[in-house]
């Protein structure tokens, strides 16, 4: 079997280029330091309405079937930038999270999370600890990412206060 056969063709409309540009802008902010990252995405979704879980999923699986580091395991921050930031290509955004998983082995972890589920993660909502949140809700408190920097780790903002931890 030759790899064209195996392999599906990458033509020019493969992902698109919105999507292409979304992936190649996450890598890029995925380089930031977390603060940075933070402020840079709650500019980000400024002005955009909140993801459903279908949209969002949708867009995790065109990220993950267009690049092959956001699909793997240790893809997770440049993957959940990548669907972020593709949603608001649409006018959407998911709760961009960033924390630790609260199980053993207790390691750093970013993700999406969209009516109040987390997208595309095999663990349940339990098992991560958010420590950096970035949502948008109507009356954004502190849209700016004038928030703390220091944590909220007992799981983020409430479903009505907006704020950006």
């Known amino acids: 079997m030759t790899t064209e056969m195996t392999m599906p063709r990458r033509g020019a409309g493969a992902g698109g280029i919105r999507l292409r540009t979304a992936i190649a802008a996450a890598f890029v902010l995925a380089r930031l330091k977390p603060g940075r990252l933070r402020r840079t995405l709650a500019r980000c979704a400024r002005g955009a309405r909140p993801a459903t879980y279908a949209e969002t999923s949708e867009v995790l699986d065109a990220v993950t079937a267009t690049s092959r580091r ?3 395991r240790y893809g ?11 949603c608001r290509m649409s006018g959407v955004w998911p709760d961009w999270c960033a924390g630790v998983w609260a199980t053993p082995p207790f ?12 997208v595309g993660e095999q663990a349940e909502a339990t098992d991560l600890r958010p420590l950096m949140v970035v949502t948008v809700r109507e009356g954004v408190k502190g ?22 931890t």
Request: overall charge negative.
């Open 70 to 72: 956001c699909a793997s």
């Open 76 to 86: 997770c921050l440049p993957r959940s930038v990548a669907v972020a930031l593709a």
């Open 107 to 118: 390691s750093p972890h970013a993700w999406v999370q969209a009516e109040g589920r987390t």
């Open 143 to 164: 849209e700016r990412g004038d928030g703390d920097d220091g944590g909220g780790g007992a799981g983020g903002p409430g479903p009505g206060s907006g704020e950006i």
